[in-house]
């Protein structure tokens, strides 16, 4: 089974052969096929190579392992998890090996068929006890720890974006690894996508860099609770010492008027820099 998240639906698991290569030792080819089912829905299916148990990136060095899918070769996959579906000819058997010799005994390849599951769908059956989810109060421990650890150092908030790093957007379902200790969430399903376009992820969080498996994203509740209940027009919001956000202020001030004089047209997001007036001031 793949781990424990609420992002996929497992559909099934393809069985594999392994079999030892007669001219180098210690290299086992793991040999399969898969031919498309008929789904119904607007699920997107994916066909994942899971290595398990997936451990720590640091532990396997640059180890990677080999595809061959319809007799072409695809190197250097990481030992994690890779989704191979935009490679298949649905219209036919596919016929598929994973190989390397630098693939840890340890370490299992399988092989398993997903539907994802819609973002909607996904949030209102989230279960807020889940290992996957952040609580409240784990974020607002964590916010007072960042005001605590700047000592004597005079910091009044500390700003925080609701656009996701990875898609440029605002944040649907704010995210962050298990072990990340910022509070910047990026959006889960932007950071799937980004992992699932290509055969060579890096899982890896877009603000510090650590590693995020499919199993370490973590879905905070408390950002989550901002994103719902602030202005569709705010971008990023102010967390205070005691636990608690405000909007920034600035962009979204309804009393001003906005006066573009620049030929060239900027994002919405960048019209604090544009020259206002306030036509609410009095004048003498």
């Not at 180890?63 to 935009?86: D, E």
Request: proline share 6%; with cysteine.
């Amino acid at each position: 089974m793949l781990p424990v998240q609420p992002f996929y639906h497992f559909l099934r698991e393809l069985p594999l052969t392994p079999i030892l290569s007669t001219k180098t030792a210690d290299l086992k080819f793991f040999c399969g096929m898969y031919q498309a089912q008929s789904q119904s829905g607007a699920a997107t299916t994916l066909l994942f190579i899971y290595f398990a148990p997936v451990v720590e990136r640091s532990s396997l060095g640059d180890r990677t392992a080999s595809l061959s899918l319809n007799g072409k070769a695809y190197l250097r996959m990481p030992l994690t998890l890779v989704n191979i579906f935009p490679l298949l000819d649905l219209a036919k058997r596919n016929c598929f090996a994973v190989w390397d010799e630098a693939i840890p005994a340890k370490v299992t390849v399988r092989i398993f068929e997903a539907a994802k599951v819609l973002e909607d769908e996904m949030l209102s059956s989230l279960i807020e006890s889940a290992p996957y989810v952040v609580r409240r109060e784990d974020t607002e421990a964590l916010v007072k720890a960042h005001f605590a650890a700047a000592g004597e150092a005079v910091m009044e908030h500390l700003q925080m974006s609701l656009l996701c790093p990875v898609a440029k957007r605002k944040i649907r379902v704010p995210c962050r690894g298990a072990r990340c200790r910022h509070t910047q969430c990026f959006d889960a399903y932007a950071y799937l996508a980004l992992n699932e376009s290509t055969l060579h992820p890096s899982w890896r969080c877009p603000i510090c860099n650590d590693q995020v498996l499919l199993q370490d994203i973590s879905i905070d509740l408390f950002t989550l609770d901002i994103l719902r209940n602030a202005d569709s027009e705010c971008s990023s919001v102010n967390l205070l010492p005691n636990g608690s956000w405000a909007p920034v202020t600035g962009c979204g001030d309804r009393s001003v008027i906005t006066i573009d004089d620049s030929p060239v047209k900027m994002p919405r997001r960048a019209l604090c820099d544009t020259f206002v007036v306030d036509l609410t001031v009095d004048s003498d």
